[in-house]
T-cell receptor, first 113, second 112 residues
């Protein structure tokens, strides 16, 4: 069964540093997403990406965040200057079209110290 | 406003007993409905989804869910729980715009 692959599985970074979280969506999927889950809280939507541009973003997704699909296979989430409150599990997801379910990756646990 | 409610934060059932996890939502039209399961430290695995058609949907691992429009509910059921079913279960509804909205999750504990 096709999978969404996320790397790394766990990243520790110092406050103020930049981090890039990487995702390889399923190859024939067209819609790409980042969600996050702070420990003990709900899974929250961050951003959706379609046709090489952001289609929707949440209030959480401020100027410190950016997404990119640099080469047609990878989908990255960059946090420019990490804060302690950015510590969370970050999930990448993709879907083929509106009639398909969202497939989630196994997540990257980001710890900001 | 869009919302998904999972009223039970924790549920404990005995192995072999039946299970029902509740999910209620608010949405302006017929939604797409999903149940995901998350084992500790793991990702979100899709159990089942409803888009249209038969309101009783079958998923993986012996789970099923029933969409009841009149009650705005999409409850997850399993006739006989196994110890390996212990995990956190999330109901999700969408698309709101282009995204899913998740409930707060229900932690299932299975006692032997």
């Amino acid at each position: 069964e096709p999978e969404v692959t996320q790397t790394p599985s766990h990243q520790v970074t110092q406050m103020g540093q930049e981090v890039i979280l990487r995702c390889v969506p399923i190859s024939n999927h067209l819609y790409f997403y980042w969600y996050r889950q702070i420990l003990g809280q709900k899974v929250e939507f961050l951003v959706s990406f379609y046709n090489n541009e952001i289609s929707e973003k949440s209030e959480i997704f401020d100027d410190q965040f950016s997404v990119e699909r640099p080469d047609g296979s990878n989908f990255t989430l960059k946090i420019r200057s990490t804060k302690l409150e950015d510590s969370a599990m970050y999930f990448c997801a993709s879907r083929k079209d509106r009639e398909y379910g969202y497939t989630f990756g196994s997540g990257t646990r980001l710890t900001v110290v | 406003a869009q919302s998904v409610t999972q009223p039970d934060i924790h549920i404990t059932v005995s192995e072999g007993a039946s299970l029902e996890l509740r999910c209620n939502y608010s949405y302006g039209a017929t939604p797409y409905l999903f149940w995901y399961v998350q084992s500790p430290g793991q990702g979100l695995q899709l159990l089942l989804k409803y888009f249209s058609g038969d309101t009783l949907v079958q998923g993986i691992k012996g789970f099923e869910a029933e969409f009841k429009r009149s009650q705005s509910s999409f409850n997850l059921r399993k006739p006989s729980v196994h110890w390996s079913d212990a995990a956190e279960y999330f109901c999700a509804v969408g698309p709101y715009g282009n995204k899913l909205v998740f409930g707060a999750g229900t932690i299932l504990r299975v006692k032997s």
